[in-house]
């Protein structure tokens, strides 16, 4: 038993068991890091252009539903003064072809309606 070795307990063997370690060429192993680090920057830019994308569109919608609102606080100073605007007059007519914006004045499938008074769908 001079072979063994006792190591906690437990006999040893000589030799390893397992995997041996490869040796790994130096250049080679550089050369994988630099284009894992070039693809990891590629991602990265992609990334944060689809983010500038989304970011700019959302300002698009958030400066479309200002525009609207404010359109909206003008239509109810009107309304406020006694005054009808023509929009609402072909809204209520239901001449949608003079309004500059074609919103409808049909009743939604789902049967609701947002706080604005424009309906809900599912698509939207």
Known sequence: MDENKMVGGKVKKPGKRGRKPAKIDLKAK????????RECRARKKLRYQYLEELVSSKE???????????????????????????????????DDQK???????????NGKYNSTGISQSKSS
């Open 60 to 94: 698009r919608a958030i400066c479309a539903l200002r525009e609207e609102l404010e359109m909206y606080k003008q239509w109810c100073i009107a309304m406020d003064q006694g005054k009808i605007p023509s929009e609402i007059k072909a809204l209520l007519t239901g």
């Open 99 to 109: 309004t500059p914006q074609s919103t409808s004045t049909k009743t939604p499938k």
């Open 30 to 37: 550089l050369e994988r890091s630099r284009q894992s680090a």
